[in-house]
């Protein structure tokens, strides 16, 4: 096979953003780069702004470009030109790009895959709580056509009984700038829980509440569900940990210092644009063997 696409994960923030990923960036001749699936620390138009200046073709793709019939087309412009397909976070985890490495590599053209820091795992080493002890993700939806969807309570209760702690992802859609915050997500599992006759959380239980990470405005922190729900959350992207109902005295102890965490980013879009340049300059030199 002499044909290749390339898929990169870009992390979740500058700070999180590999030297691998850049260099493969710089050495794709077509980038779709991913705008829909999550947002990107300052700006995923101020990183393809920054690769356009060095002659490449960046593509702000929508779900429309990535999915359905367009895998095809992405799969044949490969065997043509170099083509990079670059996702915020992991290029596999929570995202639906799979298809494309199954379409790519049915169609005889290779795939290269760099994984990168993906909200899942920087959640889980954030949260100071046992790998081992996470049990099943969810998503908590919003509402479709009138229908609450109680799967997310299901998977939680279920890895409650077995004293497992829960990874909780929320529902966005950037397109409708919409983002469900700590407060909406609570307010419909207990729906869900009154509706189904269970009782899965209490008032009192603690929920660990992850904002924007990777962000400036990035925090860390833990609140009850009764917290949760007299507060009012700004719009931004939030990830819940729900914990096991009991804890190693470790976890314990995190959770009562987790907010002194420092998740601060240090790099800003004009450090990134210097870096960017010397690996460019490097290249050309014809110093990586990329």
Known sequence: MNTLIKLIGLGLSIDLLPIGVLLRLLSCERIYMDTYTSNWFPSIYDLA???????????????KDLEGGSINKIVEEAKLSNICIAVI??????????????????KNVEVEVLPASSILNTAISLSCLQVYRFGKTVTIVKPKNGVLYEYPLQVI?????????????????????????????????LIIQKNTNNNVLNEKDKIIVLKAIGFE????????????????FEKTLYTLIIPAKTL???????????????????????????????????????????
């Open 157 to 189: 209760k279920m890895n409650r009984d077995r004293d497992l702690h829960t990874l909780t992802l929320l529902e966005i859609d950037l397109e409708q700038e919409y983002y469900m915050t700590p407060k909406e997500a609570i307010e419909l599992l």
């Open 89 to 106: 976070g992991d290029p596999l985890i929570a995202t639906t790009h799979s298809a494309i490495t199954v379409e790519a590599l049915s």
């Open 49 to 63: 702004n920054i690769l356009k200046q060095f002659g490449i073709e960046v593509i702000m793709a929508k779900r």
């Open 217 to 232: 405005n990035g925090s860390i922190e833990v609140m009850s569900v009764e917290e949760i729900l007299g507060k009012e």
């Open 248 to 290: 190693h005295p470790i976890e314990e102890e995190c959770l009562r210092n987790i907010g002194k965490i420092l998740i601060k980013p240090q790099l800003n879009i004009n450090m990134l644009e210097s870096i960017i340049k010397i690996i460019a300059d490097n290249m050309k030199q014809k110093l990586y063997n990329i």
